[in-house]
């Protein structure tokens, strides 16, 4: 089956008025794949700017969080019709920095992706286990304790419209990446888990690496069979590095 793929870029607290200029003038002229999406994920100043410049079918606009809240007194916090209204489809929920540094919760982040899919966003849903994790063999129990409660907050059916990401949290901003074969084994176990709930809603689910993705690593880890693209930090702000990333999800 096709797969959707997608080439995400969150930008995290980075990024300037001039990188939305650059960024959309060099992607917009790209001809994408009909199955191919880049979704770039600005800071929330960013987001109108971007909305405006975007002129590509292909490309859409990301948030990197969002509140599980409609409104109301939450200082500090952006809602799913503030998204909605300036055009986002797509929001990342649950990063491992929203999760290490923030605080947020496996039930927050359910909820959070229950409240993204009733306003018709489409959640990006990171998961990733610790290096200490890893080198403990604990990686398959902490992704299944991470998509559970997700699964049991919104049932098996709505994942057909739910993007999952596997960043690894020591391969984040680390320049180590996990290698291809690693990252496909592991995505094959995200797809099998949610394969015990239902196998034909797994297998629609795109899965997207992340954690130090690069020009040179990305067409390898595209092309195994489980990895439906990427979730980009740090080599998103490179708009010729983030061009060559692009092109590798096409031709996988
Ligand atoms: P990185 O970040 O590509 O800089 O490792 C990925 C992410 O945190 O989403």
């Known amino acids: 089956m096709q797969r959707q793929k997608i080439i995400a870029a969150n930008w995290k607290m980075n990024g300037n008025l001039a990188l939305v200029d650059t960024m959309t003038s ?3 002229s790209i001809t994408f794949s ?5 979704v770039i994920c600005p800071s929330f100043v960013y987001l109108s700017a971007l909305s405006v410049k975007i002129a590509n079918e292909n490309i859409k606009l990301g948030a990197q969080n969002f509140s599980e809240h409609a409104s109301g007194a939450f200082t500090g916090e952006i809602s799913a019709d503030m998204l909605n209204e300036i055009s986002a489809s797509y929001v990342i929920i649950g990063h491992s920095e929203r999760r290490s540094v923030f605080g947020e919760t496996d039930i927050e982040i359910a909820k959070k992706v229950k409240v993204a899919l009733a306003n018709n966003l489409i959640p990006i849903l990171c998961i990733g286990e610790s290096e200490a994790e890893r080198v403990e ?11 559970q409660p997700v699964i049991d907050e919104i049932g098996i059916e709505s994942f057909k419209d739910v993007v999952i990401a596997y960043e690894p949290v020591w391969a984040i901003g680390t320049g180590k990446t996990a290698s291809p074969e690693m990252a496909q084994e592991t995505h094959q176990f995200i797809r099998q888990f949610l394969a015990k709930s239902n196998a034909v809603i797994a297998e629609g689910v795109s899965l997207l690496y992340g954690g130090s993705v690069n020009a040179a690593n990305s067409e390898e880890l595209f092309a195994q069979a489980d990895i439906d693209g990427g979730l980009i930090g ?15 999800a096409q031709g996988s």
């Open 234 to 248: 740090g080599a998103s702000l490179k708009v010729d590095e983030f061009k060559i990333i692009c092109s590798a």
């Open 34 to 38: 009909n199955n191919v999406k880049v």
């Open 137 to 147: 063999e604990r990686t398959n129990a902490v992704l299944s304790k991470q998509l």
């Open 26 to 28: 060099e992607l917009n």
